[in-house]
């Protein structure tokens, strides 16, 4: 349906008090919701989280809105003394979102209303709402980070080489000599210098503008999140 499609790349404000329940702890924990979409969630909790593992938990909205499921610690860092995470849903099903969705009905129709009229403006802009659903895209923190890379156009069936300069779990911005048209596929390989074999991956050009003469840089959406490449490629950062 036209407005499920509305909701689903929409990163929620909330900066909500609310409490979770880890799967191998005995009692809820207090924390602080600072935004959530049907991806992921970020929020400051006051317990040490492991990065880059999967973690089962209920998350209690409210006293009438709860749910449980899966996810995997993304990133961690400290917030004016706070730790705070970034969390992706990896199990999370259609109920659950609706849900989230009427939790946002009930205490959060100013943002509903703001987002669907945003979103009917922008669906005129045509570019502008491609650039606000590439940041809602990014649940993942962006971090800056050099590496060699080839890619292949099979489309074009043309090969080149680059180089990252930032990267998260479901996005890519580089730069190379060759210029690649948007909405095509292109695979990568990423030279990750831990001594295993260059990382692999697929997605589309979303975003293609020379930078310098024979220069450009663009942004490459992956089919997939790549957690545990992000990961292995985050170690050596």
Known sequence: ?????RRHFVRWKLNWQSRVKLEDEP???ECR???I???GVQMSLGKKLPRDIFVSLTIELSAEFSFTLEAWVAWHKVVHGVDTYGLYFTKFCDSDKEKIYQFLRRYFPQEINRHWWKGL?????GEHMMHAENEDRRIFARFPMELPLRFLDPDMNKEGYGQSQDISAKGIGMVTHDELSPNSTVELWLNIPDRGEPLYTRGEVVWSQRSEPNKYRCGINLDKADLMGMSRALRVA
């Open 27 to 29: 009692d809820c924990l």
């Open 1 to 5: 349906m036209e407005q499920n499609e």
């Open 121 to 125: 403006e922008e669906e005129k802009g």
């Open 37 to 39: 979409s049907y991806k």
């Open 33 to 35: 919701l600072k935004d």
